[in-house]
């Protein structure tokens, strides 16, 4: 594989040739009109432009990609994580024009692709699942029966959905009717698919996920937990690896799931497995993400395994280098995601120009990101700016890095995430690792935030004080000092 194109955008697909180029493979960057002047489009050793500014006419035009691809003799595609990456007719088109998919087969994204394919997919491994409905349901009479059957609160999700669309908790048995044609009218609008299944809800889980690795040569390892608990919108704003929560046995358990549920779908290539957790540490599965994840930086940084080289090493056929028995954790990270988002107006977008745009630095701290100082954050695209990455030797120390490195992190002309994310690793519960995928909801609103902003300002204001009447207090004495000793070298010159 000597030349790779990226079939995305942003922070992901300048990560992605990063580690291309440190592997020697030249890379083709694939972009719209809105990202012209983007810094992966720079850093690229070729680059194309695809289309207009929308994705639906650009980063979704499998077609032109192909085009691209073939044009330039690509060897292999990069999907990154969004847009191509789990479409399974994509990969199926690449098969078919010899081109490489770094990335699992179109099989087994359409299993995993479908959250009851996918449950029935896994059943036969044995994995927990959340009690509820095996098949799709859409007689709301028949399915109102199921609801009784396994009790209120339960929750109708559509089959396809993603991202809490077509999702719906359903507290009382006399609502149940009203929500469940919320859900599937959502689902259809959103996905073009209106299958829904009904399982139990479970009230405060955590959500834990597994990252793995398989060959085509039937090895697949475990990679350890990521905890993605802290959300807003069922999307994940903070992660971290190791979870708080869970002991040695709990893990290996729930990796040990992992591994069979990509051995359901004979996965090929780096997933996620998804997990919820509940108060009594039951774990159930959720769904598999058959990409590369969004907060996969914290496990690079406490495995020292490069996700994105495994990708590429397996797309080309070789079997993996390490087994379980190689894997350990050292040490613990976080990643918080900045967006372009305001957290005192109910986290939408505020999309603007970068009018200041510092990285923090040090030891520990780790930025991946797509924009540079006076770029403007596009309208088009997930308003995600960067991910700050913070490790330490221990839990402790990697959370109070990242209070240094968001404080350091300046950002101006546009509001983000980032006071949030204080506001949330500073909080006595997330201290204490005693949270759920509840957090923002029980913990978090605008004022508390605002009150947070407000007496950091005054602490910062108050130091300054102590700073400069400190600062004028050693230069007064300083100045007296000075005095004094020529008072006394002129005496003893006399």
Not at 367 to 374: A, H, I
Request: some cysteine.
């Amino acid at each position: 594989m000597k030349k790779i194109l990226i079939a995305n955008r942003g922070e992901i697909a300048l990560r992605i040739m990063r580690t291309a180029r440190e592997m020697g493979i030249s890379t083709v960057a694939v972009f719209s009109d809105a990202d012209r002047e983007a810094l992966f489009v720079r850093y690229a050793d070729e680059a194309v432009n695809i289309g207009p500014a929308a994705s639906a006419e650009s980063y979704l035009r499998g077609d032109k990609i192909i085009a691209v691809a073939k044009k330039l003799k690509v060897d292999g595609i990069h999907p990154g994580y969004g847009f191509l990456s789990e479409n399974a007719d994509f990969a199926r088109q690449l098969k078919k024009e010899g081109i490489t998919l770094i990335g699992p087969s179109a099989e087994a994204m359409e299993v995993m692709g479908s959250k009851l394919a996918a449950k029935a997919a896994v059943k036969a491994y044995n994995i927990p699942l959340v009690p509820g409905t095996d098949e799709a349901v859409d007689d709301v009479e028949e399915a109102a029966t199921i609801a009784n059957e396994i009790g209120f609160p339960i929750l109708v999700k559509a089959s396809a959905g993603g991202g809490g669309k077509g999702m719906r908790v359903v507290e009382r048995a006399e609502d149940f009717k009203e929500q469940m044609d919320r859900a599937v009218s959502e689902a259809i609008s959103s996905f073009s698919d209106g299958a829904v299944f009904i399982e139990r809800f479970v009230g405060s889980p955590r959500h834990i996920e597994i990252q793995i690795l398989a060959d085509a040569h039937g090895n697949i390892v475990y990679l350890f937990e990521r905890e993605c608990s802290i959300q807003r919108r069922h999307q994940k704003v903070i992660e971290e690896a190791p979870s708080a929560v869970l002991t040695e046995e709990l893990r290996q358990e729930m990796g040990e799931a992992a591994v069979k549920v990509a051995r359901a779908c004979n996965y090929v290539g780096a997933g996620t497995v998804e997990f919820l957790l509940d108060e009594s540490k039951n774990f159930y599965f959720l769904e598999m993400n058959t990409r590369l994840q969004v907060e996969h930086p914290v496990t690079e940084q406490i495995t020292g395994i490069d996700l994105v080289r495994e990708q590429i090493n397996i797309a080309r056929g070789e079997v993996l280098s390490f087994s379980q028995k190689d894997l350990s954790i050292k040490g613990h990270a976080f990643e918080v995601r900045v967006y372009a988002e305001d957290p005192l107006n109910n986290f939408l977008p505020d999309i603007g120009t970068l009018k200041t745009y510092k990285r923090p630095q040090g030891i520990g701290v780790r930025v991946d990101d797509g924009f540079e100082e006076g770029m403007t954050i596009p309208i088009h695209y997930d308003p995600m700016i960067a991910k700050l990455v913070t490790f330490g030797k221990d839990r402790e120390e990697a959370r109070l890095r990242m209070i240094r490195a968001i404080d350091e992190f300046e950002i101006n002309g546009v509001s983000t995430t980032l006071s949030f994310c204080r506001f949330a690793l500073q909080h006595p519960k997330f201290i204490e690792g005693d949270f759920d995928t509840n957090f923002v909801k029980d913990h978090f609103n605008p004022e508390f935030l605002q009150e947070f902003m407000d007496n950091e300002a005054q602490l910062a204001a108050i130091l300054a004080t102590m700073v400069f009447e400190e600062k004028k207090y050693v230069a007064n004495s300083n100045e007296k000092s000075a005095v004094v000793t020529a008072s006394k070298w002129k005496a003893r010159k006399r």
